[in-house]
């Protein structure tokens, strides 16, 4: 039954970007793969102006006898979706063809070798907290052009092109050197994710000001319930996000964006400081430092036995945590409550984005055959075949229909159909310049532990970002929005 003021899951999945939704970039997710093959010379890359075929069928002109190679990331999406519907449907389409796939979640430490061989996969689901830095590997020319991917017609409808069926983010954030290089795959919601039953049956309410955060942590704290807790081992980026967010939502999107494109001072920003100290002041006053020594796994388990109310994460996490969630947990999200009245965002304001990046390598073996198993991806069977897998939505329009969807995930709608133009953007340094993310990672966990003031945070920081901006060996990226 629909209650007077509630939307319906068809509208909600209609307004949220399988219809056509305003999102962020994509940063990567826990997610990851790799493996050895070959040294055999790699065929050439695909024509990067236009498709390789006149036929709608095969537009890129793979050869139906040439193996695959598929290396995905096994983190909270699995494999599962990749074996049984994306490397199934390739097979459907080229009968007998053989696909090596190989999941990890050591795709850096893996793959890198593999790049400077030469002896690279065809298709990389670049993720996880050993993702690829993708930036050199574009300056070098070892990513495959994805344009004639979004040129080519779609399976669902040949009349249309791909660029047409999916989300305006995933082109947004495709580019890295000016080119078209990276799909992100799925739609993310990135806040804090609490046990909606449990606070029922506490009667507590979700906090909407900071003040109301830390009384709901003085409260949970004379039951010996942290407040909050992140992971400090494989997963301390989901608090630099979540700061982030919150910086964002304090001095508006902006905050984000001179950072990104290496303002100078942007780390000092005000909005910057207010955010850093109010989650330092949360993590010193109901907080734990035990959880600096775990793992995002280890930290999800405590989540689920009710040792901590709110984690910072994406809508991954209800079937990445699915076996291990007991009954009666239900995963939702809570935007980050506003921490001034001044907010430049209101409350309810929520990150929405794209994620989970795959990339194409331009000197594998098989790069036609990497953008069809694209295509495949972005095809209505293919998205939906993930969503039923792995309960998570993807960039493809209307893909999602039918589909049952978890509460969680429902959630996450109901928060982005609320915050409706109040949409925190991703930071998109994270792929830009990853030298600089994984230093600001570390010094969120020296931070958050009192190793370093807030102000050495800033500082440490910023002259990081100097640092980069001042290294003509690197490419600079910039963005308006």
Same mark, same amino acid.
């Given at each position: 039954m629909t209650h007077p003021g509630e939307i319906t899951r068809? +509208?909600?999945?209609?307004?949220?970007?399988?219809?056509?939704?305003?999102?962020g970039p994509g940063g990567s997710l826990l997610s990851a793969c790799a493996t050895g093959g070959s040294g055999s010379e790699p065929s050439a890359a695909p024509a990067t102006s236009a498709a390789a075929s006149s036929d709608p069928k095969n537009p890129f002109g793979v050869d139906a006898k040439k193996p695959l190679e598929v290396v995905i990331f096994s983190g909270g999406f699995g494999e599962a979706y990749a074996t049984d519907v994306h490397?199934?449907?390739?097979? +459907?389409?080229?009968?007998?063809? !053989?696909?090596k796939h190989n999941a990890t979640q050591q795709i850096g430490t893996q793959l890198r070798p593999r790049f400077v061989s030469g002896d690279v996969p065809d298709v990389i689901n670049n993720s996880g907290p050993e993702a690829l830095d993708l930036a050199p590997l574009? +300056? @070098?020319? !070892?990513?495959? @052009?994805?344009? =004639?991917?979004? @040129?080519a017609p779609s399976i669902d409808d040949p009349s249309k092109k791909v660029r047409d069926t999916v989300t305006p983010g995933v082109l947004e954030n495709a580019k890295l050197e000016g080119k078209d290089l990276v799909l992100n795959y799925t739609v993310e919601h990135r806040a804090l994710w609490y046990d909606a039953k449990f606070f029922e049956q506490k009667g507590w309410q979700v906090p909407k000001t900071w003040e109301e955060f830390k009384a709901l942590g003085d409260t949970a704290k004379k039951e010996g319930i942290l407040l909050f807790a992140y992971p400090g081992q494989?997963? =301390?980026?989901y608090q630099l996000w979540n700061m982030l967010y919150t910086a964002a939502q304090i001095g508006g999107n902006q905050v984000l964006i001179d950072i990104d494109n290496l303002v100078d001072n942007a780390w000092n920003a005000d909005a910057v400081k207010q955010s850093v100290n109010a989650w330092v002041d949360i993590q010193k006053n109901y907080g734990d430092k035990a959880y600096f020594g775990l793992d995002h796994t280890q930290t999800q388990i405590?989540?689920? +036995?009710h040792k901590l109310l709110f984690y910072p994460t994406g809508s991954w996490i209800e079937n990445e945590m699915a076996k291990d969630k007991p009954a009666g947990?239900?995963?939702a999200i809570a935007p980050v409550p506003s921490v001034t009245a001044g907010d430049k965002m209101p409350y309810g304001a929520i990150h929405v984005g794209v994620g989970e990046n795959f990339v194409v390598a331009a000197k594998g073996k098989n790069p036609q055959g990497g953008l069809e198993y694209l295509r495949i991806m972005l095809s209505k069977q293919g998205a939906k075949g993930f969503t039923e897998k792995t309960k998570s939505l993807t960039v493809v329009n209307g893909a999602a229909e039918g589909v049952d969807l978890p509460p969680g995930l429902m959630s996450a709608y109901r928060a982005q159909d609320a915050a409706g133009q109040n949409i925190i953007t991703d930071a998109r340094f994270e792929g830009w310049y990853k030298e600089l993310f994984d230093f600001a990672t570390k010094q969120t966990n020296a931070v958050m532990s009192g190793r370093i003031?807030? @102000?050495?945070f800033f500082s440490t920081v910023q002259k990081k970002a100097d640092d980069i901006k001042a290294d003509s060996s690197i490419t600079k990226q910039t963005r308006s929005a």
């Open positions: 068809r +509208q909600l999945l209609r307004r949220a970007g399988l219809a056509a939704l305003i999102v490397e199934a449907l390739y097979k +459907q389409e080229f009968p007998g063809v !053989s696909i574009a +300056q @070098d020319g !070892s990513l495959a @052009d994805l344009s =004639p991917l979004f @040129d494989k997963g =301390p980026y405590k989540h689920l +036995q947990f239900e995963y003031t807030p @102000d050495e």
